[in-house]
C-alpha cells in the first residue's frame, strides 16, 4: 500500500448537486429533471466535465465532495428511458462518476447509505486505516474504510469520516452535509448529527490531525440555535480553526454554508482561501454552491491559474 510521503499543501470542497431554483437566474431544460431523476446530485455530462477541469487546475490533496451522483442508481426500477439518455449522467454507463471526473491518481471513498457524501484524497498524502479496495473491486474506491457517523435523525452517512495517516501521523477526514431546511426540527437534527461526530471524534489522540469541510447547511455567522450550539461545542472541544473563504458560498442565499475547519495542519491559521464557480462563464449555471479552496502556503503554478469569484 502507498505511504503519505508529503505533507497537505491545499484541501478543497463543493456541493456539485444542482437545483431548480437556479431559474431565476437562468432558464434551463435540465434542472428540473435532474431534481426528479437525480436526487438532485451532479447530472449532466456538461458539469461534470465543467467540474472536472476545476479539479486538474487545482490539483488538492483531499476533496470533500456532497450531491455526487451513485451510478448505481441508473438501473432503479422506473427510471423513465430519458433520465439514461445524454446529456444526463446514467448515459455513460457503470463507471462511477469520481471515476470519470477525478484525475486518476485519486482515490475516494463514499459513504454507506449516503453514497452522495465522499472524500478524494492523493495517496501520497493521506492512507486510510482499514482500507478494503479488495473487497470493493476497485483499487480508488476505498469507501470500505468509511465511518458514517450515526445520529437519531437523517440518515446515517450525512457525515462521514476517514481515519488513516499523513506524514502529521493519526489524521481524520470529515465530510459534511448535515441536513437541510429552515425549520425548528431541521435545526435541531443538525445539531444531533453534529453532536454525534463531536462523540466520534473526542478519543482521537490529542496530536491527531482533523480536517472536518463540506456543506453545513446553516451559517455559522448567522445562526442560532441546536446546529449552531453543536457546531460551536465540536469546534472548542476539538480545537478546530476555520479557513475562511473569500466570499459567500451559495449563489442564491448569499451565505456562508460551506466550511472548512481544520487541527494540525501546519501554517493552517494562515491558509488563504478561494470561493470559485466552475460553470461561472457559463450563460446558465449550474452549481448553486461555490468550490471553496484552501492553501497552506502559495499555490504552485502546476496546480493551474484559478481565479476566486466575486459577489
Known amino acids: 500500500s502507498p505511504e503519505p510521503t508529503r505533507g497537505f499543501g491545499v484541501i478543497a470542497t463543493q456541493n456539485v448537486g444542482t437545483t431548480p431554483f437556479l431559474k431565476i437566474l437562468a432558464a434551463s431544460p435540465h434542472r428540473q429533471a435532474c431534481e426528479e431523476w437525480y436526487d438532485n446530485n451532479l447530472c449532466t455530462m456538461d458539469v461534470e466535465v465543467a467540474f472536472g477541469a476545476v479539479v486538474q487546475a487545482d ?3 483531499v476533496l470533500m465532495l456532497q450531491e455526487v451522483w451513485d451510478q448505481r442508481r441508473c438501473d432503479e426500477p422506473g427510471r423513465p428511458e430519458e433520465a439514461r439518455e445524454e446529456p444526463y449522467a446514467c448515459a455513460l454507463g457503470k463507471l462511477h462518476q469520481l471515476e470519470r471526473i477525478l484525475p486518476v491518481e485519486y482515490h475516494y471513498a463514499c459513504a454507506t447509505g449516503y453514497p452522495d457524501n465522499c472524500i478524494a484524497f492523493l495517496p501520497d498524502v493521506f492512507v486510510p486505516e482499514a482500507d478494503d479496495a479488495t473487497a470493493t473491486g476497485a483499487e480508488r474506491d476505498q469507501s470500505g474504510a468509511m465511518r458514517p457517523v450515526q445520529a437519531d435523525c437523517g ?39 453534529l453532536a454525534a461526530l463531536r462523540s466520534d471524534l473526542m478519543d482521537l489522540p490529542a496530536d491527531a490531525a482533523i480536517f472536518v469541510a463540506g456543506d453545513f447547511n446553516f451559517d455559522p455567522s448567522t445562526a442560532e440555535g441546536p446546529d449552531a450550539d453543536a457546531l460551536a461545542a465540536l469546534v472548542e472541544d476539538l480545537s478546530l480553526v476555520r479557513l475562511r473563504g473569500s466570499g459567500p458560498t451559495h449563489r442564491l442565499l448569499k451565505s456562508e454554508l460551506d466550511l472548512i475547519w481544520v487541527r494540525g495542519w501546519q501554517l493552517g491559521e494562515k491558509a488563504s482561501c478561494q470561493v470559485i464557480y466552475p460553470d461561472e462563464a457559463d450563460a446558465v449555471p449550474m452549481f448553486d454552491h461555490g468550490y471553496v479552496t484552501c492553501t497552506s502556503g502559495p499555490r504552485p503554478p502546476s496546480r493551474g491559474r484559478l481565479a476566486a469569484t466575486g459577489f
Request: aromatic fraction near 4%.
Open 155 to 193: 440518515r446515517p452517512g450525512r457525515i462521514a469520516w476517514l481515519r488513516g495517516q499523513s506524514t502529521s501521523g493519526t489524521t481524520v477526514l470529515v465530510v459534511v452535509h448535515t441536513n437541510a431546511g429552515f425549520s425548528v426540527d431541521d435545526g435541531e437534527c443538525r445539531g444531533l448529527q
Open 59 to 61: 490539483r488538492p490533496d
